[in-house]
């Protein structure tokens, strides 16, 4: 085999670990870090139901991000954006090249908007402190560019995953038989669900994540050296997000009857574990709400600047945090009910038109042509 065979077969650990990191980090959130995700898409609907969900949930992710993962790579597009016209073609690629960044943007407001709300319900600051604060550590670290923000985030999420771990685990350690014991305790409760039944629930998780996701992806698949370390790439970062979302929803699941009625289940849980849990569920919070507000702003910028260290890319960073900050005055709890349901329904497009374009391609491929000669600007071939 000679060297540059090699090198098209070639996996890097480090890449594979800082991809991994970056996208778990990305899809975090306020929601995983809570635990209000997993126990409303997953625990809520018993062992059996969860499993279900999660096996479904896998499927998605690991199927989506690794061939986007591999398109990208392929690709090396200069604007990330351009990833949903090669998906879904000149019109309805257009409209998600606009309304995705769009939407996200005002994701990046609802980040902010939870950051005030966080710091305001645990220790009880004035919402403004935890807006400006989180949105001052977004703006600083968008212009770095995606490769300082790649650095950052990748180091933070592994942090935020292994406490969720310790307190998934703990939950389930403590109370073994609650798992078995929540048969009987959850006819008897009334725990907020995600969707009717476990099968649509598994569906629709991870729809909005995978919205967030594809044009996030579209910029980080440009470091992947070749084919194979895109899609271990992209395997190991789903499956390490879902196996860890699992852990999390069966730990909750042991303790159903006392956390269901809980905002920050995941804290009722922390709190049997030791004292003090409050201030470090506070930083667990905050961090996961950066790790995805810094992409969401990134993806924002990219639409209209894709040179994202140029003067005018910092610039428009600044515009935007402005208007986030005037955006994120609206509660928390209303933003996110107006916005995550219309997130989660456009993403079935999106989705749909990912596979028919693998489905042509693949066609294409036994035809002999090349499925990433595409009229976009692209970065120098990969060596």
């Known amino acids: 085999m000679t060297s540059l065979q090699k090198t098209k077969k070639r996996v890097r650990a480090g890449t594979v670990t800082m991809f991994m990191g970056a996208m778990i980090a990305y899809l975090i959130g306020s929601g995983f870090a809570t635990g209000q995700e997993s126990m409303q898409y997953f625990s809520s609907y018993g062992a059996a139901g969860a499993a279900g969900a999660l096996v479904i949930t896998l499927a998605f992710y690991v199927y989506f991000c690794t061939v986007v993962l591999r398109d990208a790579s392929n690709l ?3 604007s990330a954006n351009d990833i949903f016209t090669y998906y879904c073609g000149k019109y309805i690629g257009g409209f998600f090249g606009v309304a995705t960044p769009a939407f996200l ?3 990046y407001a609802v980040m902010l908007s939870g950051a005030g709300a966080v710091l305001n ?3 009880g600051w004035n919402n403004q402190v935890g807006i400006f604060a989180m949105a001052i550590a977004a703006l600083l670290t968008v212009m770095l560019g995606l490769d300082g923000l790649v650095a950052v985030v990748s180091k933070v999420g592994p942090i935020i995953v292994a406490l969720a771990l310790i307190v998934g685990t703990a939950g389930i350690i403590m109370k073994p038989q609650g ?18 039944n ?3 629930s598994g569906f629709i998780f991870p729809a909005l994540g995978l919205l967030m996701l594809v044009p996030f992806l579209a910029g980080l698949g440009r470091k992947a050296q070749n084919d194979t370390e895109a899609k271990v790439s992209g395997f190991v970062g789903a499956a390490t997000f879902v196996a860890v979302t699992g852990v999390v929803a069966y730990g909750l699941l042991a303790n159903i009857g006392d956390v269901y009625d809980k905002q920050i289940p995941m804290l009722e849980v922390a709190q049997q574990m030791f004292a003090g849990s409050a201030i470090i569920f506070t930083f667990i919070l905050l961090a996961g709400i950066y790790t995805t507000a810094v992409p969401l702003l990134w993806v924002a910028i990219n639409r209209i600047e894709r040179q994202d260290r140029s003067k005018k890319a910092k610039i428009l960073a600044v515009i935007g945090t402005t208007v986030a900050l005037l955006l994120a005055q609206i509660p928390f709890a209303s933003f996110v009910n107006i916005l ?5 329904y456009v993403t079935q497009i999106l989705l749909i038109c ?18 990433y000669d ?7 071939a990969k060596a």
């Open 354 to 371: 990912i596979v028919v374009r693998q489905i042509r391609n693949h066609r294409d491929r036994k035809r002999g042509l090349d499925v």
């Open 179 to 196: 798992i078995a014991e929540s048969a009987e305790t959850l006819p008897n409760i009334e725990v907020l669900q995600a969707a009717p």
């Open 340 to 344: 995550y349901p219309i997130g989660g």
């Open 121 to 123: 319900q645990q220790l």
């Open 76 to 78: 090396r597009l200069k």
């Open 198 to 200: 476990w099968a649509i």
């Open 105 to 107: 943007y005002a994701m």
């Open 374 to 380: 595409v009229p976009f600007e692209r970065l120098d």
